[in-house]
């Protein structure tokens, strides 16, 4: 149970670029437990007996484990995923080929945001910085000043100007009360490239909706 929850831990609050170090210490530390185990076993059997022995060595482990308690616990607590935020990012195409331990971290990046009805999320010809995800509501986008598009639930954009590096290609505004997700446009663009297929999805989103307009 502990080295299954250990280890399911670290995948989450551990970053992706510090993952791989953090697992080779690990696995250095435990290659160096199981060379030292064996001489520490060989002195205490010496020392109190093989009963004894047996004894420490099953004890010890539950000594560490009440003593590591708070940090494994504070742990868990900074491992909770918001799960409104990761059921939206699975429902968009680019972000289905990523791993889930990747998708969880992007989920905890996320940030809810309110777009009243009449307002604009974003306007054309301005930098892009976000990618954003409708979780309620409807917008539409608006391209030189005409309408081409309603978004509703489940429905991204912000994606054109972060892929390109360009100036956002529609304005998007909002029909209705409606709620929104973003995501950073270093972290969207960090997730999108880190896999193929991934970078693939997204480039078909653009070129679809490039046409489109």
Do not use: C, H, K
């Not at 690990?26 to 060379?35: C, F, K, N, R």
């Not at 995800?133 to 309408?147: C, E, K, N, Q, Y």
């Amino acid at each position: 149970m502990l080295d299954t929850s250990g280890f399911t831990l670290l995948q989450r609050t551990v970053p992706n670029d510090q993952r791989s170090n953090v697992f080779g210490l690990l696995e250095g530390v435990i290659a160096a437990a199981q060379t030292v185990g064996p001489v520490a076993a060989a002195i205490l059997i010496g020392a109190v007996g093989a009963g004894w022995t047996l004894i420490i060595a099953g004890a010890l482990p539950m000594v560490l484990v009440a003593v590591s308690w708070p940090v494994l616990r504070s742990a868990d607590d900074e491992s909770v995923i918001p799960q409104p935020a990761l059921r939206l990012l699975t429902g968009v195409a680019m972000f289905r080929p990523l791993q889930l331990t990747t998708l969880e971290t992007l989920a905890r990046q996320m940030v809810e945001r309110q777009a009243p009805a009449g307002s604009d999320v974003v306007r054309q010809g301005e930098a892009g910085d976000a990618f954003y995800i409708v979780a309620s509501g409807r917008l539409t986008t608006v391209v030189d000043g005409m309408p081409v598009n309603v978004l509703g639930p489940g429905d991204s954009f912000g994606e054109i100007a972060l892929l390109r590096a360009s100036l956002r290609t529609a304005t998007v505004r909002a029909l209705e009360d409606s709620r929104l997700v973003d995501l950073d446009g270093e972290a969207f663009l960090a997730a999108v490239a880190s896999t193929g297929d991934s970078a693939a999805a997204a480039d078909a989103v653009v070129q679809r909706r490039l046409t489109a307009t």
